[in-house]
């Protein structure tokens, strides 16, 4: 009678690990997936920001060249996005899909205001161009993006490091 308590005991005590194994690898895999989406929209941001600070009257190759950067940056996020919604879980990847989303707006809306400008004027840069009835396209991202990082942060079970 006490082997088979004592098997019980083991074979409890098995599965709980095994679980625990389990949750370990899902949070891993989760935080890998997670970091690296937030790093691609961190370098789109970075890369959405230079392209608003090039001059009206700088010339055609190089506004192409920073709007170019941005849009890859916000279109290789769909990569990462990938990943993300494969680790899960659902929720979570829909608040993501909307940071992707809100970062290929965001170019789009430079490519626009790019188009307004009067190369004439000296000292303008594209961010100048921004008229009152224009949404603030990068700012959406910017919330979105710290959106998504709370959301993260109670995924992968708060702080990475305990005080």
Do not use: C
């Not at 895999?29 to 009206?56: D, G």
């Amino acid at each position: 009678m006490l082997g088979l308590l004592k098997g019980r005991h083991e074979a409890k005590d098995k599965e709980r690990d095994r679980l625990e194994g389990r949750r370990a690898k899902r949070i891993e895999t989760r935080h890998a997936a997670y970091t690296v989406f937030m790093a691609q929209s961190r370098t789109a941001l970075v890369k959405l920001t230079a392209a608003l600070t090039v001059p009206v009257s700088a010339p055609e190759d190089e506004w192409h060249d920073a709007i170019t950067d941005a849009r890859n940056a916000a279109e290789e996020m769909y990569d990462g996005y990938v990943d993300l919604a494969l680790a899960g879980p659902e929720s979570f990847a829909k608040e993501a899909e909307r940071l992707w989303q809100r970062a290929i707006r965001a170019a789009d809306q430079v490519e626009t205001l790019w188009s307004r400008r009067d190369p004439e004027e000296s000292g303008a840069t594209v961010t100048s161009l921004f008229v009152d009835e224009d949404p603030d396209r990068l700012f959406e991202l910017v919330e979105q993006q710290k959106k998504v990082i709370g959301l993260a942060r109670v995924q992968l079970g708060g702080d990475v490091i305990d005080t």
